[in-house]
């Protein structure tokens, strides 16, 4: 199982981007896909998730309604539209991979089989 996330940058604040994931290795629609990141000296925290048909979201109360995650089975790929960037928002973020049976606990970390490299997003003030 391969997760390659791309899209990242440095970004001023009010800006956008929009880091999307590929996934090989596995039968991308049996499983639900998400977003963590981890700012600097801080420990990884959940973004956001989509689930294996798309028709379930979740997100952090801290990107609500600035960010949107969206994937695309036919294509085995994961995006994440961030708008509005803040300072705040520079992290890593990382592309994760859950079994779909698993979707209830999609903001655990713990529950994440599959971690791709990351993609740095760097807001400037």
């Known amino acids: 199982v391969q997760l390659q996330a791309s899209g990242g940058g440095l970004v001023q604040a009010g800006g956008s981007l929009s880091p999307s994931c590929a996934a090989s290795?596995?039968?991308?629609?049996?499983?639900?896909m998400g977003w963590f990141r981890r700012a600097p000296g801080k420990e990884r925290e959940f973004v956001a998730a989509?689930?294996?048909?798309?028709?379930?979201?979740e997100y952090a109360d801290s990107v609500k309604g600035r960010f949107t995650v969206s994937s695309d089975n036919a294509k085995n790929m994961v995006y994440l539209q961030i708008n509005s960037l803040k300072p705040e928002d520079t992290a890593v973020y990382y592309c994760?991979?859950?079994?779909?049976?698993?979707?209830?606990?999609?903001?655990?970390?713990?529950?994440?089989?599959?971690w791709g490299q990351g993609t740095q997003v760097t807001v400037s003030s």
């Open positions: 989509v689930s294996w048909r798309g028709g379930s979201k």
């Open positions: 290795g596995y039968t991308f629609a049996d499983y639900a």
């Open positions: 994760v991979a859950v079994w779909s049976t698993k979707w209830s606990r999609c903001t655990d970390l713990e529950v994440y089989d599959y």
